[in-house]
């Protein structure tokens, strides 16, 4: 089961941006489907992002043309890129890592979450 930690997140204003990364642990990160999920209060967790191992992508309607996923298999690396940031883009982001694709809610390994909030 691989290890993930997320950083990356935080307070920011309507329109700003924000960058998430995940670090994997393990020789293994560049066979894993890796993805971004979200979940703000009340509501249930939901895929924000994914990116296969041959860095196919997917996204969410709401994030399209706003967020962008990118991998680093060498750094053990996953970033989520958050721009015109939205005041219902709060939630506690977290990134999953599972294999196969496309990615499924529920399955893989999940990291501990960080906390986005967009307010002004």
């Known amino acids: 089961q691989v290890q993930l930690v997320e950083s990356g997140g935080g307070l920011v204003q309507p329109g700003g941006s924000l960058r998430l990364s995940c670090v994997g642990s393990?020789?293994?990160?560049?066979?894993?489907?890796m993805g971004w999920y979200r979940q703000a209060p009340g509501k249930q967790r939901e895929l924000v992002a994914a990116?296969?191992?041959?860095?196919?992508?997917n996204y969410a309607d709401s994030v399209k043309g706003r967020f962008t996923i990118s991998r680093d298999n060498a750094k053990n690396t996953v970033v989520l890129q958050l721009n015109s940031l939205k005041p219902e883009d709060t939630a506690v982001y977290y990134c999953?890592?599972?294999?196969?694709?496309?990615?499924?809610?529920?399955?893989?390994?999940w990291g501990q979450g960080t906390q986005v909030t967009v307010s002004s």
């Open positions: 990116i296969s191992s041959g860095s196919n992508t």
């Open positions: 393990g020789n293994i990160f560049r066979y894993y489907t």
């Open positions: 999953n890592a599972q294999v196969g694709w496309p990615a499924r809610p529920d399955f893989g390994s």
